[in-house]
Nanobody
């Protein structure tokens, strides 16, 4: 059984930084892609960033490009999201996701495994 566990959320002020972590267990397709999504109250879950199975390719939503960095450990079972220059509009529940394919994906339906989410609140 695949389990993804996020950590690192909390309350931060605008302009500050935060780092999210996501550890995978029971995942036999460690060469698969992983990603981060977020969901604000009353809104749909949206793409934030993704990293390929090898870790060599990364993609970001334009709203976070240049401020957020996604990375993964050499063992490929842990993925991180470094968030700098946070803005109030970055507030939401952040979800870690994983998929068996190494191919990059940008929509939630293409990911088969999800964490429980961690709240990030950015105050102005």
């Amino acid at each position: 059984q695949v389990e993804l566990v996020e950590s690192g959320g909390g309350l931060v002020q605008a302009g500050e930084s935060a780092r999210l972590s996501c550890s995978a267990s029971g995942w036999t397709s460690s060469n698969g892609g992983m990603g981060w999504f977020r969901q604000a109250p009353g809104k749909e879950r949206e793409f934030v960033a993704t990293i390929s199975g090898s870790g060599s390719s990364t993609y970001y939503d334009p709203s976070v490009q240049g401020r957020f960095t996604i990375s993964r450990d050499a063992n490929k079972m842990t993925v991180y999201l470094q968030m700098n220059m946070l803005k109030p509009e970055d507030t939401g529940v952040y979800y870690c996701a994983a998929r068996s394919s190494w191919v990059i994906a940008f929509v939630p339906r293409d990911y088969g495994f999800w964490g429980q989410g961690t709240q990030v609140t950015v105050s102005s």
